[in-house]
């Protein structure tokens, strides 16, 4: 995707843990933005590098966070995504601060995104329920009975709620959930 500057002025906060988020859900998404203009804050658990895995088992790069869920706000941002990657996403569902964000952005009316297995913080969050989605295809249970319709897609846009909702299965539909995002962020300016 060429650079336009269509997303200047934007700015997107990532939530992620420490350790185990899926290399390129975290990575791509975030090169993406920046290349359209948008600024992205990463938001981790504590100020210490993000230790990033391949297929949740080998190491990935390092990723520096920019703040952490506890300082982190979702004012002044436009939108939230939340990464994938086994041990990130189930660590993140449980995150006081991270439920706190995603639930500020959809009340807000801002858009949420999610990859992989990142749609289980819409489940605890209580952000599935009444919408089409989709997710790493193991999560499909936890999503229909949080009242979610899954959809087998390589990326689901939702607009029928309070807020847009930008969901993806894997790392292959990692082009088609940057391209997503950055088309709602630009519908939306």
């Known amino acids: 995707m060429p650079p336009d500057g269509k997303l200047d002025g934007l700015n997107v906060l990532v939530l992620t843990t420490n350790y185990g988020t899926e290399q390129d859900e975290l990575r791509r998404p975030v090169a993406v933005l920046r290349e359209n203009g948008a600024r992205v804050t990463v938001a981790a658990e504590k100020d210490?590098?993000?230790?990033?895995?391949?297929?949740?088992?080998?190491?990935?790069?390092?990723?520096?966070?920019?703040?952490?869920?506890?300082?982190?706000?979702?004012?002044?941002?436009?939108?939230?995504?939340?990464?994938?990657?086994?041990?990130?996403?189930?660590?993140?569902?449980?995150?006081?601060?991270a439920r706190r964000l995603v639930s500020a952005f959809a009340e807000a009316g801002r858009p949420v995104a999610a990859i992989c297995h990142g749609p289980w913080l819409l489940v605890d969050s209580g952000l599935a329920e009444g919408r089409e989605l989709t997710s790493y295809p193991s999560l499909r249970p936890d999503l229909e009975n949080a009242g979610g319709t899954w959809r087998d897609r390589e990326v689901v846009v939702d607009t029928s709620g309070r807020h847009p909702l930008i969901t993806s299965r894997r790392p292959r539909d990692l082009d088609a959930f940057a391209s997503a995002i950055v088309h709602v962020l630009a519908e939306g300016t």
């Open 48 to 97: 210490e590098a993000v230790r990033t895995l391949v297929s949740d088992r080998r190491p990935g790069a390092d990723v520096l966070p920019d703040t952490t869920l506890a300082r982190a706000t979702a004012d002044g941002y436009d939108a939230v995504i939340v990464p994938g990657g086994t041990l990130n996403a189930d660590r993140l569902r449980t995150d006081p601060d």
